[in-house]
């Protein structure tokens, strides 16, 4: 049974810093794994993906890189801003289901 | 195409009543999924659908919820007899079974059961 797990669960930080959460899964035969941020109270914003066969995905100043050997990925947030404050989840997905399956989350708090 | 739409964004009903969420996915999306999230937690997967076909279910969704989707199109998903442990977020997905799958989700409906 895949476990998602996240830590920390919480991190403050000043803006400009650059900053790494980190996810580790149990099951390393993954399909894919997705980070997602969510602002309170509403719904997952889709952040990046990366598929099993990747090492790692950019968008703007977001960097995630996945090791399935160790069963882990990392998000690296570089020169992080007021902004960002949110909660970070990651997901994973199976071969033989597509369901995700999430970590409990890391809640950013960027304060200028 | 605006994404996933979920309807109502809030739903409060008193204990016993019946309640039904309504997902409209992004159109060329095959698959939708409803998740479950309660307060500092990650979503929990519910149920999910490839067309109109309800392919897997999770133990969480007891006899009291059923979700449909009936032309492989918008999906339900319907609380009988609502107890105050259903309060949570809502939230369904939709995904392409080409290409990279990437899970699309929608703002999600808030049931509070008072």
């Known amino acids: 049974k895949q476990e998602v797990t996240q830590i920390p669960a919480a991190l403050s930080v000043p803006e400009g810093e650059n900053l790494v959460l980190n996810c580790s899964f149990t099951?390393?035969?993954?399909?894919?794994l997705q980070w997602f941020r969510q602002d309170p109270g509403k719904g997952l914003t889709s952040l990046l993906l990366i598929q099993s066969s990747q090492r790692e995905q950019t968008s703007g100043r977001l960097n995630a890189s996945l090791d399935k050997s160790s069963g882990r990925s990392t998000l690296y947030i570089a020169a992080s801003q007021p902004g960002d404050s949110a909660t970070y989840l990651c997901?994973?997905?199976?071969?033989?289901?597509?369901?995700?399956?999430f970590g409990t989350g890391t809640r950013l708090q960027v304060f200028p | 195409d605006t994404g996933v739409s979920q309807n109502p964004r809030h739903k409060i009903t008193k204990r016993g009543q019946n309640v039904t969420f309504r997902c409209d996915p992004i159109s060329e999306h095959n698959r939708l999924y409803w998740y479950r999230q309660t307060l500092g937690q990650g979503p929990e997967f519910l149920t999910y659908f490839q067309n109109e076909a309800q392919l897997e279910k999770s133990r969480l969704l007891s006899d009291r919820f059923s979700a449909e989707r009936p032309k492989g199109s918008f999906s339900t998903l319907e609380i009988q007899r609502t107890e105050q442990g259903d309060s949570a977020m809502y939230l369904c997905?939709?995904?392409?079974?080409?290409?990279?799958?990437?899970?699309?989700f929608g703002q999600g409906t808030r049931l509070t059961v008072v």
């Open positions: 997905a939709s995904s392409s079974r080409q290409g990279d799958t990437e899970a699309f």
């Open positions: 099951d390393s035969a993954i399909y894919n």
């Open positions: 997901a994973a997905s199976s071969y033989n289901t597509d369901k995700l399956i």
